[in-house]
């Protein structure tokens, strides 16, 4: 037995707590790993409150990121004692999480955990710090360069939007956020954002076509945000998208790619290839200030997180939340 959060549903009544867990919740795997830390995304939120149907098994352990040291491996990759993350892969949705003191996965879905990093700094990236990085990647190999003008950046105080600011500002990039929170502001402006403007400028509907004004967009938000982000985006500019705060739907035009040449690019960080992700978790350790990092990081323990996952739902939580095991 060991702590965990645990996700049940009997009789039709879905639950989540903090409790002793038994490991035949955890599936089957060739790798069991000492989870150190976790972290809460907004995936994690959803599955944790049940307000989506994020979880496909029951019982669950939630948790789409962990890292910690290898205790047991039949993988010839992992040894006992190795350092590894995990981002995604369907852990925490179909398959127990990070949200416990012990996981049994796959060999193949860990990566070795960047020498740059501590574990608990790994886990205040997670998988919105990595989807941040495979969004600048895409922008990267699209072309955009510093010189062609301003980013934006929406859903900025969450967690890919947090990063997301501050990579593109290390990189040379003018960055405009976009929040919900304005009286974040500073904090924004202090990750690198040039300019901080509100949400509602961008979450309402919109024009097929607006002014042209990004070079190009880390979008986390969907729905209205990115139609209208689209919109405004400069003739063969780029747009990321990799998240729904806002909703699913993209009530948007093909106008913005028929007359203005621009290109959306799908981030999905799930199931990106083995390659893919140590790519992103390399640029990380090199592109990443960790003093930033710190500074949109907060840390709470197990019996914290349920509460905090309902909070990073309603919009009220900064950044990275870090679970300690």
Not at 36 to 58: C, H, M, Q
Not at 92 to 99: D, K, T, V
């Amino acid at each position: 037995m060991f702590k965990g959060i645990l996700i049940t549903k009997t009789d039709g009544v879905y639950a989540a707590s903090a409790q002793a867990v038994d490991e035949t919740v955890l599936g089957e795997g060739d790798v069991t790993v000492a989870v150190e830390w976790s972290t809460l995304n907004y995936k994690d939120g959803l599955a944790i409150t049940g307000k989506s149907p994020v979880v496909r098994k029951f019982p669950l352990v939630p948790g789409i990121d962990l890292a910690g040291t290898v205790q047991a491996s039949q993988n010839p990759k992992w040894k006992v004692g190795d350092k590894v993350l995990l981002n995604g892969w369907g852990v925490g949705e179909s398959h127990s999480g990070g949200l416990a003191q012990t996981a049994r996965i796959k060999g193949e879905w860990l990566v070795a955990l960047p020498a740059a990093f501590t574990i608990r700094q790994a886990m205040a990236i997670g998988t919105a710090g990595y989807t941040a990085m495979l969004c600048v990647m895409a922008l990267e190999k699209h072309g955009v360069k510093p010189s062609d003008g301003e980013v934006l950046v929406t859903g900025a105080n969450g967690g890919v939007g947090s990063v997301a600011v501050a990579l593109l500002s290390k990189l040379g990039y003018t960055v405009v956020a976009s929040t919900g929170r304005m009286e974040e502001a500073a904090h924004l402006q202090a990750l690198g954002a040039t300019t901080v403007i509100d949400r509602a400028e961008l979450s309402n509907p919109g024009k097929p076509l607006a002014k042209e004004r990004w070079a190009a967009v880390v979008d986390s938000v969907g729905s209205h945000t990115l139609a209208n982000a689209c919109a405004s985006t400069k003739y063969g500019g780029a747009v990321a998208a990799c998240g729904l705060a806002q909703g699913m739907d993209f009530p948007a035009s093909v106008a913005p790619f028929i007359l203005r040449g621009i290109t959306l690019y799908g981030i999905d960080s799930v199931m990106a290839p083995l390659a893919k992700r140590e790519e992103a978790w390399a640029r990380l350790a090199r592109d990443l200030d960790v003093a930033k990092l710190d500074a949109i990081t907060s840390e709470i323990t197990l019996d914290d997180a349920v509460g905090v996952a309902a909070d990073l739902l309603a919009g009220k939580v900064r950044g990275r939340v870090v679970v300690k095991l």
